[in-house]
Each structure stands twice: as structure tokens, then as C-alpha cells.
């Protein structure tokens, strides 16, 4: 099973440039072309948050419209720029999401078990789970042992560059921890929301997070680093897996680059 994970495109409405200059149109545009001509092209593709840049109703017609040339079924999660109530309503077909509350849910259908969880907390930047989420993602642990993928926006884990650690997830990260401890069958657990490829021993398993498809943080480790961002090239992870080894991920970067040549 091949996955490919996109993540944070900042969609704006159809024509408007993030920040006034970032065309994050056209970089999913590429980064959906990309994914399409893989070969072998991906299974499926999870879309883990930050959909869009404001959450409004012509933003998500917008995703919709770019993310409808994938050629993979996808799946959704919002990030903190989402909107619960307008993302849903822009992607009523997409059966998987409920009707009324968090944008959780499993897919069983897949030779991984998928579980996706909500750390929007709507209008502030840092992630969350409540009790509630909490709760039901315990309930769904304990109904299956089969090999299962969490993905979710928000790291649960420091990544060393300041102001990312303190938007993480800020509530509900130590129950959460001790869940994918309990459970050995969680496999490896994706995030977005830091714009950066990363990944890290946590909770007993491994943990990663995805590139921006369009603009990523800068790689600053200094204390009281500021947050700024650079246009290092953009990219979405690929996740394969394989039953002998487990989830292998790699980092396919959107672009044209030389190449390929031989070594020799």
C-alpha cells in the first residue's frame, strides 16, 4: 500500500495569493499533478490540515476544485485554519466525515487501519483533544488490533524550533501518549501543521510530519528563534508499506529537477 500525505496548502480563494505573494493555488495544482504522475501512483492520499487559509465557504470551493484532479481517493482532517462546519459542507460526498461535531473518523477498508483525529481548536493556533475526542479514540483502539496509522494536524511532540512547540498539541498530549503506548499496533502516527519534514521516536512508535505543499518554516533550532518562513522546494511525503518492514516514508519533492542520470 502506497500513501501519499499532503499537507498544509493554505488554499486562498480562486486567483489570491497568500501573504500577497505565495500563489498556493498553483503550488497544489503541481503538487496534485505530481502525486498523479507517480508511478506506482499512491493508493491513497491523506490531507492533513490547513486546507485552506481562512476557513471560508470560497476557499473550500477552491480546494475542491484542485483536489478533484487527484486520481486517488483522499481523505480529509482539518488544522487550525480549517473550519469545521465549512469544510463538511464543501465535501458532502466524502461519506467518512460526520455529519455534526469533530472531523474524526476510521477507514477499515484499507490494508492499513486509518484513524483520524481533530486537534482544531477554532480560532487559536495550538491543537487540542478534549475528553471527548480522547474518549472515542480509546473506544477505537480497543476494537481492533490490526496495524493502524493515527494522522492528525497537530504534532504531539516538540520539533526544537520554538515558536512551532508552542502551537503544538497543548492539551490532551500526555492521554494521548499513554493511548499509542498501550497499543502496539499503532504503526506510526502523521502530522502537519509545521511545514517541514520530521520525524521522531515517540510513544513507543514512530512519529512524522509532512512538508508544506508551498511555503515551508525555516529550519531555525536557536532559542528565541523567530517564526519566518522560506520557499525551500515543496513536497509531500510518501508512505509505503510493506507487511515484512513496516511504514516506509519518503520525502517526494514537487518540482523539476535534473536528473535521473546514472551514477557512473
Known sequence: MLIAQISDPHVKREGELLYGRIDTQGFLERAVAHVNGLDPRP?????????????????????????????????????????????????PEHAYLPKDGFLQYVVE???????????????????????????????????????????????????????????RLLEGGERLEALVRAHGNIERVLCGHVHRPIQVRWAGTMASIAPSTAHQATLDLREGAKLTMTMDPPGVALHLWRPTTGLITHVSYVGSYEGPRPFS
Open 109 to 167: 477498508d484499507r490494508p492499513l487501519r486509518l484513524i483520524a483525529l481533530d486537534t482544531l481548536v477554532e480560532g487559536k493556533g495550538h491543537g487540542a483533544l478534549c475528553g471527548e475526542r480522547l474518549d472515542w479514540l480509546e473506544t477505537c483502539l480497543a476494537e481492533s488490533d490490526r496495524t493502524t496509522l493515527l494522522f492528525m494536524h497537530h504534532p504531539p511532540f516538540d520539533v526544537g524550533i520554538a515558536p512551532l512547540d508552542a502551537a
Open 43 to 91: 493508493d491513497i492520499a491523506l490531507v492533513t490540515g490547513d486546507l485552506v487559509d481562512k476557513g471560508a465557504p470560497a476557499e473550500y470551493a477552491n480546494l475542491k476544485r484542485l483536489l478533484s484532479k487527484l486520481e486517488s481517493p483522499f481523505y480529509l482532517i482539518p488544522g487550525n485554519h480549517d473550519a469545521r462546519d465549512a469544510l463538511r459542507g464543501a465535501f
